[in-house]
Each structure stands twice: as structure tokens, then as C-alpha cells.
């Protein structure tokens, strides 16, 4: 063998590396996508504005759907098993994830969750972020579609102030569309404004409440 | 948006590879970042500032390049940049997915990056 190769003092090395410093969630996102490909389980991220209607659009697929398939939740919370609690009086699992501090939930905290349910005895997850139309975005889950849920009560500009996170989304909810008229906000404007960044997005306007339009969310989402 | 923890790995990363190279001093580190992460640039580059004081990194000089978003129509075949809006009362141009040459719907391929691509070391 021959000598070491050793730098001289005060020589200057240039090292090439692709160091991907978004790589460690993208990967677990992956592995979450896999396990869940391979139980066949369809999983939709419900991203959205704080107080658009996230649990609400929740309780009412989940009212819709659980005689067709098998469903679980993920609630994604700051803090408090509040709306855990409102989505799990419809009898379904749900498993809360109290992120303590952080503003979205990350393909970590996913993973985790999914060691909490049978896997094998479910068709359906939806994993309902934190609040928030910036940073969810960045972080992927492995989840199989993104909605994103904002309401009229947010005024008539959120579609082009957050252009990224629609980018992202398959289905985009417009909510609370029976308070557009005491808003002042045309919830069809906001619509097209979706289309308008993101033609791949279906839209739909609802009203959580009374569950008008919901059955256009289950459309838009394929179920 | 999470520059700070971005830049505290990028800090990391680069001291775990200068010290498998027992390197003294590190002089340039070249990131790319895609334009469709959500890394503010004068943020990273405020936190390195901050993250780089008493290491080997302190006085280095961080380069950043920026990568062009890449989008793919598979109706036209189109690839290459995103159409932005421009409109003056978004101020800052807001990326869209419709296809730059035949308003078709177009797929994300590229500009989401975030990587370190080189670094000088002193031995």
C-alpha cells in the first residue's frame, strides 16, 4: 500500500457535494407514502387557514363516507384534543398530533401517528394540518392528495396572497359560502383565482355547516 | 419561512464534512436553492451570520445560487420556467401552474432543491 495522501498545511480543498438539506423529511414522507400504498390506504392532507373549516369539511366527509370505507383522522393541533374530540364523536379512530410549537405538521409526526393505527383495517386517512397557508407546503406527508380549505370570512384576497401552498393542492375548498353575502366576498372570484394559478385543482364552495357542497369536495377528491 | 433551522443543518453539514477532511478553517460554501422552496434568501443568509460566529465557518463566505422553477406540460411538451403573474399589485411575481405556451395545465419537476453543491476547506 502506499503512503497516505495527506493535505499540506494552509492547502485549500474543493469538495463537491450534493448535500440535500430538505432530504430528511422528503424521504420519511416516501416511507410514509410506501407503507400506506402497500395497506392500501388513500391518504388526503386537509391544509387550510386557522378557523376556514378544516375539522367541519372533516366531520362532514367523514359522515359521508364511513359506510363506504373505513376511515381514520390525524388532527394536527398546536395544542388541546378540542377538535380531536368533535371528529371522533362520529365513531371513527382518530389520533391527535399536538405538534407543541410547530406550525405544520411534518412527515415525522405522520410516521409516528401511523404506528398508532391497524393499518390493515383501514381504507381511508385524512390528516388535517395545523393552520396555516404557508409553511405545510413545504413539508410533504406522504399523503396521496392535498386539499387546501380557506372561507370567505378571510376576505377576498387569500387565493393570489398565498400562491405556493395552491400550487400544491389537488382540491381547493372555498367555505363558509353562506356568509359570502354579509362578507362581501364572491366566493366564484376566489375560485377562479385558483384555476388561474393552478389549473390542475378542482374547486369546490361549500358551507361545512349544513354540508351543501360537500358532496363536490368527495367528487373533486375521487371517493 | 424556517430559515433559521435550514441554515443551522446547512452549518451542521458543513462541519461534519470539514472535519472528515480535518479541515482548519472553512473559506466559501455554494448552496442552491430552488425558487419554489420557501427559503428567504436575506434570511438565510442573515441566520448563517449568526450561526457561523465562533466556528471554523466564521468569515466564510456563503454563496447562493438561485435555481429557476421547471415545469412540464404534457399536453404541448413544453419544459422549462414557470409563467409568472406580474401584475404590479402583487409585487412580487406569483408563480402559476398554467403552461407558458398553450395555457394548458403544467407539473412541477424542478426548483424545490435545496442543496449544498460545494465547499472550500483549509487543511
Known amino acids: 500500500m502506499k503512503e497516505v495522501v495527506k493535505a499540506e498545511e494552509g492547502e485549500v480543498f474543493d469538495i463537491e457535494l450534493e448535500a440535500d438539506l430538505l432530504k430528511a423529511n422528503k424521504e420519511l414522507a416516501e416511507e410514509n407514502r410506501e407503507l400506506l400504498r ?3 390506504v388513500a391518504a388526503i392532507d386537509i391544509m387550510g387557514s386557522i378557523g376556514a373549516g378544516k375539522t367541519s369539511l372533516i366531520e362532514k366527509l367523514v359522515q359521508l363516507l364511513k359506510e363506504k370505507y373505513r376511515i381514520a383522522v390525524f388532527k394536527g393541533d398546536l395544542t388541546t384534543t378540542i377538535d380531536a374530540e368533535l371528529i371522533a364523536r362520529h365513531s371513527v379512530e382518530v389520533v391527535p398530533i399536538n405538534t407543541g410549537k410547530e406550525c405544520h405538521l ?9 404506528q398508532e393505527i391497524d393499518l390493515n383495517n383501514l381504507d381511508l386517512l385524512f390528516i388535517e394540518n395545523v393552520g396555516n397557508l404557508i409553511c405545510p407546503a413545504e413539508f410533504p406527508l406522504g399523503s396521496e392528495k392535498r386539499a387546501v380549505v380557506i372561507s370567505v370570512t378571510e376576505g377576498p384576497y387569500m387565493v393570489v396572497k398565498h400562491p405556493f401552498i395552491f400550487i400544491d393542492a389537488d382540491v381547493v375548498v372555498i367555505n363558509k359560502a ?36 360537500v358532496r363536490k369536495v368527495v367528487e373533486a377528491l375521487g371517493l | 419561512m424556517h430559515e433559521f433551522s435550514i441554515t443551522s443543518r446547512i452549518v ?19 448552496l442552491v436553492v430552488g425558487k419554489l422552496t420557501f427559503l428567504g434568501l436575506e434570511q438565510v443568509r442573515f441566520a448563517y451570520e449568526m450561526l457561523v460566529k465562533n466556528t471554523i465557518l ?63 476547506l483549509v487543511a
Open chain 1, 38 to 40: 402497500k395497506h392500501g
Open chain 1, 106 to 114: 411534518d412527515a415525522n409526526l405522520v410516521r409516528k401517528a401511523l
Open chain 1, 178 to 213: 353562506d356568509l359570502a353575502q354579509a362578507m362581501k366576498v364572491d366566493a366564484k372570484k376566489l375560485g377562479t383565482d385558483v384555476e388561474r394559478i393552478n389549473p390542475n385543482s378542482k374547486v369546490a364552495v361549500t358551507n361545512c355547516r349544513s354540508g351543501e357542497g
Open chain 2, 12 to 30: 451542521n453539514c458543513v462541519l461534519e464534512e470539514a472535519k472528515k477532511h480535518n479541515a482548519r478553517r472553512v473559506n466559501e460554501v455554494h
Open chain 2, 58 to 120: 466564521e468569515d466564510s463566505k456563503l454563496h447562493i445560487e438561485e435555481k429557476d422553477g421547471a415545469v412540464k406540460c404534457d399536453r404541448c411538451g413544453y419544459a422549462g420556467d414557470l409563467r409568472y403573474e406580474d401584475d404590479p399589485v402583487y409585487h412580487v411575481p406569483s408563480p402559476t401552474l398554467v403552461c407558458p405556451k398553450c395555457e394548458g395545465a403544467v407539473n412541477i419537476v424542478g426548483g424545490k432543491e435545496c442543496t449544498i453543491k460545494r465547499l472550500k
